[in-house]
């Protein structure tokens, strides 16, 4: 089945860099986009970037924009997320969603259980 | 960039009962080409990831429970449950996919009363 598992997260000092890691399993990550999405504590769901099914296209939201890189590696099934210059309010749950088909606007229907990213000093 | 604002905030509501959330955009997020509104519900409880419910505004998920209906065109959504079961509490959101960056709304909590 359909699955989705992120890791890399863990806690770091202001300004530092942490690259996250999204496995999928039973089906084929060339053929969607996938999405990055976080929830900081206590707050809503924020979308934060997005790579088109076959990587040549990469969009982000304006909060990580220059400093968040989002990369795929066909070979591994497994898209990344590379955070430098990482800020306190980076802290949350990141989670990985594929889009539904190959168009890169579209719903996402299976998420991964996320992993924590912790900034503090 | 489009700013998602929905409404209300939380909201309680009796067992059975009918539960309305609403979602306005700042921008139409009708593609008129195929007349698809780009537009998502999603439902989050808390240590599990968020589900898709209805996209396209108003296309029910496979396995979604049709208590779960979604309406609305251009700016303006609304998610209703039309019978609110005990398992229904959570954050429900909406979220855009028609334009990048794409956005989501703050969220609406939804109670048991």
């Known amino acids: 089945q359909v699955q989705l598992v992120e890791s890399g997260g863990g806690v770091v000092q202001p300004g530092s860099s942490l690259r996250l890691s999204c496995a999928a399993s039973g089906f084929t990550l060339s053929n969607h986009p996938l999405h990055w999405v976080r929830q900081a504590p206590g707050k809503g769901l924020e979308w934060v970037a997005v790579?088109?099914?076959?990587?040549?296209?990469?969009f982000y939201a304006d909060s990580v924009k220059g400093r968040f890189t989002i990369s795929r590696d066909t070979s591994k099934n497994t898209v990344f997320v590379q955070m430098d210059s990482l800020r306190t309010e980076d802290t949350a749950v990141y989670f990985c969603?594929?889009?539904?088909?190959?168009?890169?606007?579209?719903?996402?229907?299976?998420w991964g259980q996320g992993t924590r990213v912790t900034v503090s000093s | 960039d489009i700013v998602m604002t929905q409404s209300p905030d939380s909201l309680a509501v009796s067992l059975g009962e009918r539960a309305t959330i609403n979602c306005k955009s700042s921008q139409s997020v009708l593609f008129n080409s195929n007349n698809k509104n780009y537009l998502t519900w999603y439902q989050h409880k808390p240590g599990q990831p968020p589900k898709l419910l209805i996209y396209?505004?108003?296309t029910r998920e496979s396995g979604v429970p049709d208590r779960f209906s979604g309406s609305g065109s251009g700016t303006d959504f609304t998610l209703t449950i039309s019978s609110l079961q005990a398992e229904d509490v959570a954050v429900y959101y909406c979220?855009?996919?028609?334009?990048?960056?794409?956005?989501f709304g703050q969220g609406t909590r939804v109670e048991i009363k």
């Open positions: 790579t088109s099914f076959d990587g040549s296209n990469q």
């Open positions: 969603a594929r889009g539904i088909g190959v168009a890169l606007a579209g719903p996402l229907d299976h």
């Open positions: 979220h855009q996919y028609f334009r990048t960056p794409y956005t």
């Open positions: 396209w505004a108003s």
